[in-house]
């Protein structure tokens, strides 16, 4: 398995994962907890709780292992974000003006765009820096945009 978290704590016995077909944990993932763990030429190699044999393990290459939600939470620092949590918050700007929600977040090269559908049902982006971003909150982010950024 290659990892894609430099956390190789989150490979030790008795860590708790979920085993998904896709790296959004769509569908059903299978809760799995690790039973043995090891390092081969640079790969995690695991045995897995419900895992029993190597044809059920070639069923699933390719699956990712996630971590628990809350355990992703709880790992998350305060100026993180998980830009996927992002889509569905209302975006504001400073003085409190409506200016849409986020309907996507898109990784560019220079960082990630947040894809804002304002009420006319434009498309706006509005790179996520600190910069424009003042705050986010729970079901809200507060925004300041570029001059002109409203008439584009």
């Not at 977040?105 to 009420?119: S, T």
């Amino acid at each position: 398995m290659f990892a894609l978290t430099p956390q190789a704590e989150r490979f030790a016995v008795g860590e708790e994962l979920l085993l998904s077909p896709t790296p959004g944990g769509e569908g059903e993932p299978i809760p799995v907890t690790v039973e043995a763990s090891r390092v081969h030429r640079g790969r995690h190699l695991l045995e897995l709780d419900r895992i029993a044999d190597r044809t059920a393990a070639e069923q699933r290459a390719g699956w990712y292992l996630l971590i628990p939600y809350a355990a992703a939470e709880a790992a998350r620092g305060e100026d993180e974000f998980f830009l996927h949590a992002l889509v569905g918050r209302e975006v504001r700007s400073a003085d409190g003006r409506p200016l849409g929600e986020v309907s996507d977040v898109l990784e560019a090269e220079g960082g990630p765009l947040l894809e804002i559908r304002g009420g006319d049902g434009r498309l706006r982006l509005l790179p996520f820096v600190r910069a424009f971003v003042q705050e986010v909150a729970e079901a809200k982010i507060m925004v300041s945009p570029p001059e002109g950024w409203e008439e584009l």
